[in-house]
């Protein structure tokens, strides 16, 4: 079946530092792979997403590269803010599951002047 | 106003008590879902619904009713609550015309609290 694997939080930052959320997944066929944003007291929000190998997702300074070699989708920022403090999850939607969308588990972020 | 709005946004209750959780959206999408997160277990889908008359089960579904009332309302029941089932709970709806690859809307969730 299909799995996505984050790296454990909490991850703490001091602002203007780079920032790595390594995420792996198994699944078959051709996934789609997502970046979700989850701030203080409010649902889920997509970040960013890739749907094919090669691509690159990018939103408010984030990127994600969908790496099918290494069936991986890390997130990273070049300089996190305060403002970045959040829940962030790795997701995936395989063919034929029709938006049903497998997370991980989380990694939360905590940025620090 | 939220596209995707949950009520209640808070419920502490009893075991044993029935529990209604209710989502409505003004996104006029066909598909929407209800998802369950627990600390360090992420997001697990609970059910789901393609239209007015498709409903299927997540894959944690035990314990658990939904009825969609029309394509903007999708309510979750507990029939009778157990400890187990405090979580905050997620209402989402998607757009299969969009992109086609699951961009997921969620609302604000509701938590729930079975003492």
């Known amino acids: 079946g299909n799995s996505v694997t984050q790296m454990e939080g909490p991850v703490t930052l001091s602002e203007e530092a780079f920032l790595t959320i390594n995420c792996t997944y198994t699944a078959t066929g051709y996934p789609s792979l997502f970046w979700y944003v989850q701030y203080p007291g409010e649902g889920l929000q997509l970040l960013l997403k890739?749907?094919?190998?090669?691509d690159k997702g990018s939103n408010k300074g984030f990127e994600a590269t969908y790496r099918k070699e290494t069936t991986s989708f890390h997130l990273e920022k070049g300089s996190v803010q305060v403002s970045d403090s959040a829940v962030y999850f790795c997701a995936l939607s395989s063919s034929g599951t029709a938006s049903k969308l497998t997370f991980g588990t989380g990694t939360r972020l905590q940025v620090t002047l | 106003d939220a596209d995707v709005t949950q009520t209640p946004r808070n419920r502490i209750t009893k075991t044993g008590k029935r529990i209604m959780l209710e989502c409505s959206q003004t996104k006029g999408h066909d598909r929407m879902y209800w998802y369950r997160q627990d600390p360090g277990l992420g997001l697990r889908l609970i059910y789901y619904?393609?239209?007015?008359?498709?409903?299927n089960k997540g894959e944690i579904s035990d314990g658990y009713s939904v009825s969609r009332q029309a394509q903007a309302k999708f309510s979750l029941s507990l029939e009778s609550a157990i400890p187990n089932q405090t979580a905050l709970y997620f209402c989402?709806?998607?757009?299969?015309?969009?992109?086609?690859?699951?961009?997921?809307?969620f609302g604000e969730g509701s938590r729930l609290t079975v003492l």
């Open positions: 619904s393609f239209d007015v008359k498709d409903i």
């Open positions: 890739a749907t094919k190998a090669d």
């Open positions: 989402a709806t998607s757009d299969p015309r969009t992109g086609g690859s699951g961009e997921l809307f």
